[in-house]
């Protein structure tokens, strides 16, 4: 019987760096005979600083390890500079969300349509006054028509298109004759009622 031989495999070349690369950071960690004197290692990115550094260094350290880098955008440095790069899509950012769009406002056509149909009965009438030998100027004005898509201002009870509504209401509150009028204290009231019976003492008075 042939004896069996125990050839063990050989370590495929692609392990290797791997293994160097570990030996290598295992000897940089244990080793602190590298440091020299009057240095201080940083416990995040392993270089030598003085000592009064090393606390500011450390601050800076940790916010550049826990920010994320940017994705590099191959493309984009690839065309930057040339025509096409007015070409390329740009991502979206938040500021360039599309606005909301606004609802169609409801479409108030009956009341308009009626509104003109009166306006249409009243010309008619007003002509056919005029045809028999009537005066305009005897006709009493034609009742004012409302549109449905003014809005009417609570302080002087007039109506705007929505545009001048917002001008006005607010240049409307503020106008003196809309404030109301104060109320006449007791002392106006007793000086009134003391001059009229002065005035009334002077009349009889003089009779």
Not at 83 to 110: D, F, G, H, I, Q
Not at 129 to 135: E, H, R, W
Not at 138 to 156: A, G, K, M, R, W
Not at 189 to 200: D, F, I, R, V, Y
Request: glycine share 2%; net charge positive.
């Amino acid at each position: 019987m042939r004896n069996k031989l125990n050839i063990s495999k050989p370590e495929s070349n692609s392990s290797k760096p791997l293994l160097q690369l570990k030996s290598k950071l295992n000897l940089e960690n244990s080793d602190d005979s590298s440091i020299p004197e009057g240095l201080v290692r940083c416990e995040i990115c392993n270089r030598n600083f003085l000592e009064d550094r090393i606390a500011k260094h450390q601050l800076i350290c940790e916010k550049t390890k826990v920010k994320k880098r940017r994705t590099y955008d191959a493309a984009k440095k690839r065309v930057q500079g040339t025509e096409a790069e007015n070409y390329v899509m740009k991502p979206m950012s938040k500021a360039c969300t599309p606005k909301p769009v606004p609802l169609p406002k409801p479409s108030n056509w009956r009341a308009k349509h009626a509104d003109f149909i009166k306006t249409i009965r009243i010309a008619k009438q007003i002509q056919s006054y005029v045809d028999k030998g009537g005066k305009l100027s005897d006709l009493p004005p034609p009742p004012p028509s409302e549109n449905p898509d003014y809005i009417q201002c609570p302080h002087c009870s007039r109506r705007f298109n929505e545009a001048a509504a917002n001008r006005h209401i607010p240049i409307c509150k503020n106008m003196q004759h809309n404030k109301p009028k104060p109320k006449p204290s007791i002392t106006s009231k007793s000086s009134k009622s003391g001059n009229a019976k002065s005035s009334s003492k002077s009349f009889s008075k003089r009779r």
